[in-house]
Antibody, heavy 118, light 107 residues
C-alpha cells in the first residue's frame, strides 16, 4: 500500500526539541518532492519545509534556523528536527508529497500533533 | 514574499447551487496554483493543480480557472458532502504559501 505515516509528536516544553518522522511505503522519499505542512488548532494550513528530490531544502521564515528537514534513503523516511520550540509551533504536522512539482502536495499523511506548553 | 488572498472567507449555499471561490496572488505565479479541500476533522486533499487540472479521483463538478494573479474554484452543483474549507496554494517557488481558506456550508 502506498502511504506515509507520521510519528514523533507529543508534548514538549518551550525551548525544547522534537524530531518528527514520516515513514514511507510504496514509494521512494528520495524520488519525490517531500514536505511538511502544519495546522494550528482551529487555523489554516501553513507550509513549513520542503526537500526536493535533488536534495535542496527550503523553510518558511517562521521556522528557519530552528527546524531541519532531512531524509534517510535506507529507511525510506523523512524527518523534521524541531529545536527551540515555541508555543506558536503547536499544531498538527502533516507529511505530504508529490512527484510532479516541489510544493505541490497530492498525497498526505494523517498528521501528528505537537503541543508546546509548560 | 507573494501573498495569497481568498474571497469570500465563508459562504452558505443551497444544495445544487453553483459556488465560486476566488483566490488572488499579490504577484503573478503563472498557473502554479493548487486547490485543496479539507473536510471537518479530516486530512486536506488536493483537488486541482496547475490552476485547472483535476487531481486523480476528483469529481468533475469541481473545476478551476485562471492564471497570473487571479484564480477561481467552481463547484457546479453543491452537494452536502462538499461542506469543507477550501484553500488555494501557490507552488511556483518557495515559500509555498496557502491562502487563508474559504468555509463552505449548506444553507
Amino acid at each position: 500500500e502506498v502511504q506515509q505515516v507520521e510519528s514523533g509528536g507529543g508534548l514538549v516544553q518551550p525551548g525544547g526539541s522534537l524530531r518528527l518522522s514520516c515513514a514511507a511505503s510504496g514509494f521512494s522519499v528520495s524520488s519525490n518532492y517531500m514536505g511538511w505542512v502544519r495546522q494550528a488548532p482551529g487555523k489554516g494550513l501553513e507550509w513549513v519545509s520542503s526537500i526536493y528530490s535533488g536534495g535542496g531544502t527550503y523553510y518558511a521564515d517562521s521556522v528557519k534556523g530552528r527546524f531541519t528537514i532531512s531524509r534517510d534513503k535506507s529507511k525510506n523516511t523523512l524527518y523534521l528536527q524541531m529545536n527551540s520550540l515555541r508555543a506558536e509551533d503547536t499544531a498538527v504536522y502533516y507529511c505530504a508529497r508529490d512527484n510532479l512539482r516541489a510544493g505541490l502536495f497530492g498525497y498526505w499523511g494523517q498528521g501528528t500533533l505537537v503541543t508546546v506548553s509548560s | 514574499d507573494i501573498q495569497m488572498t481568498q474571497s469570500p472567507s465563508s459562504l452558505s449555499a443551497s444544495v445544487g447551487d453553483r459556488v465560486t471561490i476566488s483566490c488572488r496572488a499579490s504577484q503573478g505565479i503563472g498557473n502554479y496554483l493548487a486547490w485543496y479541500q479539507q473536510k471537518p476533522g479530516k486530512v486536506p486533499k488536493l483537488l486541482i493543480f496547475a490552476a485547472s487540472t483535476l487531481h486523480s479521483g476528483v469529481l468533475p463538478r469541481f473545476s478551476g480557472s485562471g492564471s497570473g494573479t487571479d484564480f477561481t474554484l467552481t463547484i457546479s452543483s453543491l452537494q452536502p458532502e462538499d461542506v469543507a474549507t477550501y484553500y488555494c496554494q501557490r507552488y511556483n517557488n518557495a515559500p509555498f504559501t496557502f491562502g487563508p481558506g474559504t468555509n463552505v456550508d449548506i444553507k
